[in-house]
């Protein structure tokens, strides 16, 4: 055989190889585990690979981890790269064919060696996440036919410097290098690595989500940004980590800041809010550790999760009357939160939501409030005055632990629950509880003062209370563990005017039907008696419409303020007699039914003092 029919044998034996169905080339090497002609897993350890032509799919995480992977040939019979294909490999480089049509949620994520990346005109779709972490990209260049590009596609790029898009495209445009939709009305991703001030160009109406976010890694550069009229939403994540960024003005026609908006931008002083906006997302705020005051617009009805969490430096926050709900963690370890006003509105304040705000002094809780959340106030410990007002019904879990300057406390009769440590490390500050209303043992927590076992103990109140009943307790050595209370003689029916007797029961004395001789009115040589004038006590009082604290307030009746306690006038045989209106539960709680500012309603009499 010569030279020319060895060439010959040679060339068809190869071209018969090439025709050999997609199996038997993959038998020749165990390094593919296929399934049809997708590329399930590479099993390999080369740091160069040859991906078998034939291939039309590289499966979800197909080369995963493989961090000596320096290099990969995809063969253009490849139409799909899958959901994490290539996530946290060596490659420093990548040809995509023009035959992929589709690359899956963070395909390339944390490819840390990639320096430049090219989408070829057939790609149609890049996945959330794409390109997220290859922190050396410093070119992303788009072809003429992508359509969707998922959130934070390329975002936490560190030395992204530059997008740029084939003019051809029909969806999307760039500018300088910045990314934006074809008609340049949302701004999708502002390089990482680009330095300076920015003024978003008229027209644009939405930042996208994490448009300039920057990374753990590594801060945007971006150092001012300008927010032109017209723009109505500021995306998830779009200032995220900005470092760098001061001030922030937002103009007049936002409606919604999206979650993590401004999360760790840490040297931010300064935001500007406008009443038009009604959304501010969860974390949107977050540890930004140089904001010293924000004022909320009164269109806001939520104060969502974690939203301003970690604002160390926040002095002041002016919370709206329509706000309804503040989330879990809102305002936790702002540790120079002076001073907050919670709306009448409220019904929820969340799980830690004032947590470690160690320069609150003092607060009330509103009627509204139906549960205090978890470690909601936990490790406040400048407070020195809270007021619970009736309507509260659950305190929870570690709520005030760690209150160690709170002298005192008043627990409504609203109040059915008390959980786990909600008063525990309250020492050495706090001598004084009182209980308005009964709580059933079964909801009162064993643990809710505190446990000796775990040294967090104000003492034996929570024994007491069970078996003495409403009431105040007071200790004279408010210490950890061994302080022993005491229920002050009479408290649950001292301000009863209806359970005191003897000449020391002012009720008594003031009703015509119990006196006799010359000082009973009934008497006609006596004069008509007049209406008595009760003083609300410290605590203050609420005017129900009926005499149940479970129904409608009327109004709230202030510390001190004056009432009239309404009376029926008996005339006869020449005379007259008086009695006030009252009404004496089975459990012996009396109520009057008094006059304050015009407004007529029920008061609980421990509310009341004659003045």
Known sequence: ???????????????????????????????????????????????????????????????????NLTGVTIPDSVTSIGTGAFQTTGLTGISIPNSVKTIGDQAFIECAALTRVTIPNSVTSIGRGAFQFCKNITVITIGSGLAVIGDGAFSACDSLAAINVDPANVNYSSADGVLFNKNKTVIIQYPQAKTGAYAIPPGVTAIGNQAFAGSPFKSAAITGVTIPPGVTVIGDGAFYWCESLTGVTIPPGVTRIGENAFQFCTSLASVTIPPSVTVIGKMAFNSCTSLTGVTIPSGVTRIEEETFFNCLRLFSVTIPPGVTAIGKGA???????????????????????????????????????????????QLCDALTSVTIENGVTRIGETAFNGCNSL?????????????????????????????????????????????????????????KYPAGGPGTYTTSAPVSN?????????TANQNNPA?????????????????????????????????????????????????????????????GETVAVRQTTTAGNGYTSSTPVTFTESGGRTWYFVEHGGSEGWVSSEHLSLK
């Open 407 to 463: 002298p005192g406390i008043i627990i409504p009769p609203s109040v059915t629950h008390i959980g786990n440590a909600a008063f525990a490390n309250c020492v050495p500050s706090l001598a004084s509880v009182t209980f308005q209303g009964t709580i059933a043992p079964a909801n009162i927590s064993r643990s809710a003062f505190g446990t000796p076992a775990a040294g967090n103990s104000i003492g034996d109140l929570r024994d």
């Open 1 to 67: 055989m010569n030279r020319r029919q060895v060439t010959t044998l040679a060339a068809v034996v190869a071209l018969c190889a090439a025709a050999l169905p997609l199996w038997a080339q993959a038998a020749a090497s165990k390094d593919f585990q296929m399934r049809g002609t997708t590329l399930v897993k590479y099993t390999g350890t080369s740091s160069t690979v040859i991906i078998p032509n034939g291939v039309t799919a590289i499966g979800d995480r197909a080369f995963i981890d493989r961090a």
């Open 482 to 490: 061994s302080s022993v209370w005491t229920k002050q003689a009479n």
């Open 499 to 559: 359970n005191q007797t003897s000449q020391n029961n002012t009720a008594n004395q003031n009703n015509p039907a119990n006196k006799t001789g010359q000082n009973n009115p009934a008497n006609p040589a006596n004069q008509t008696r007049q209406a008595d004038s009760y003083t609300t006590t410290l605590s203050g009082a609420n005017l129900y419409a009926d005499h149940s604290s479970n129904s409608r307030v009327i109004k709230t009746i202030k510390a």
């Open 331 to 377: 305002f936790g370890r702002c540790a120079n939160l002076g001073g907050i006003t919670i709306p009448p509105g409220v019904t929820a304040i969340g799980d830690g939501a004032f947590f470690s705000c160690r320069s609150l002094t003092s607060l009330t809780i509103p009627k509204s409030v139906a549960t205090i959340g978890v470690s909601a106030f």
